[in-house]
């Protein structure tokens, strides 16, 4: 039913700024993750089934925004002044229940997506 695909990862220095993008199969509430080298995988944003309420980790709050496009089912990791300390795997994910305000618990999300790479040099 629920699938997610991740795309926007890349190499960049620190200071610039990428966009990532979550393609999901229809309308959910949406989390972002990342898991960097050696750590365990880490909450970074959420956004509501309705877009109107959002969530950050404090480590990117001010600097990352998450957005979505409903007409395309399509969610956005907006990430500027990178640091090296950014770089990892960023993965999106739906809670189990989809139409929700923003959850930051990894165990509510039943759904992820293969990740994608943000490598972020000094």
């Known amino acids: 039913q629920v699938q997610l695909v991740e795309s926007g990862g890349g190499l960049v220095q620190a200071g610039d700024s990428l966009r990532l993008s979550c393609a999901a199969s229809?309308?959910?509430?949406m989390g972002w993750f990342r898991q960097a080298p050696g750590k365990e995988r880490e909450f970074v944003a959420a956004?509501?089934?309705?877009?109107?309420?959002?969530d950050y980790a404090g480590s990117v709050k001010g600097r990352f925004t998450i957005s979505r496009d409903n007409a395309k089912f399509t969610v956005y990791l907006q990430m500027n002044s990178q640091k090296p300390e950014d770089t990892a795997v960023y993965y999106c994910a739906t809670p189990e229940n989809p139409y929700s305000g923003t959850v930051s618990r990894q165990d509510a999300y039943a759904y992820w997506g293969q990740g994608t790479q943000v490598i972020v040099s000094s």
């Open positions: 956004i509501s089934w309705s877009g109107r309420t959002t």
């Open positions: 229809g309308r959910y509430a």
